[in-house]
């Protein structure tokens, strides 16, 4: 995760449209961060390892989601939805998907992303014992959250 801030930092500023740096600067930050909370969480409730695998690639996979959202939000997001200025990626000329893709492109790619994420929870919940019948929804609940949030 420190490496993902760093190399964030480092980029701002650097008006490259380079779509390999900023999937590496959310995967390795913003994904990093969710899939980390979510296998300690599973390890910590006796998670099955079977099911660990599928658990983090979901949470990279709606980390990217996020990230890519939250970029999108800043460009179109008010101060009173966000909780902060909007703009501000922009004006730090910060690395961010719709910088590189587009705001429309960008917003693909994270109901794409979230899509991948259904399927994961589908995998990841297979395997789930009954008493976690409520799982999958929550899961995909979550995943569709992080695209939605503020709009």
């Known amino acids: 995760m ?5 190399t ?5 500023g650097s008006n490259t ?4 740096r900023v999937q590496w600067i959310h995967d390795h930050k913003t994904a990093a961060l969710i899939r980390a909370s979510l296998l300690v969480g599973a390890h910590a409730g ?3 390892l079977d099911a660990l695998d599928a658990l983090a690639r979901y949470g990279d996979v709606i980390g990217r989601a996020f990230q890519i959202a939250d970029d999108c939000l800043d460009l179109t997001g008010t101060e009173e939805n966000l909780g902060k200025r909007p703009g501000q990626d922009l004006a730090a000329s910060k690395l961010t998907y719709p910088a590189v893709m587009g705001l429309s492109a960008s917003r693909e790619e994270a109901g794409r992303l979230v899509d991948q994420a259904e399927q994961l929870a589908l995998t990841i919940c297979s395997s789930a014992p009954e008493s976690l019948d409520s799982l999958p929804r929550l899961l995909c609940d979550a995943a569709r959250f992080t695209v939605s949030r503020g709009s």
Request: net charge negative; hydrophobic share 35%; no cysteine.
């Open 46 to 48: 006796g998670g099955q």
């Open 17 to 20: 449209a380079d779509l390999p």
């Open 2 to 6: 420190v490496g993902g801030q760093v």
């Open 8 to 12: 964030d930092l480092e980029a701002e």
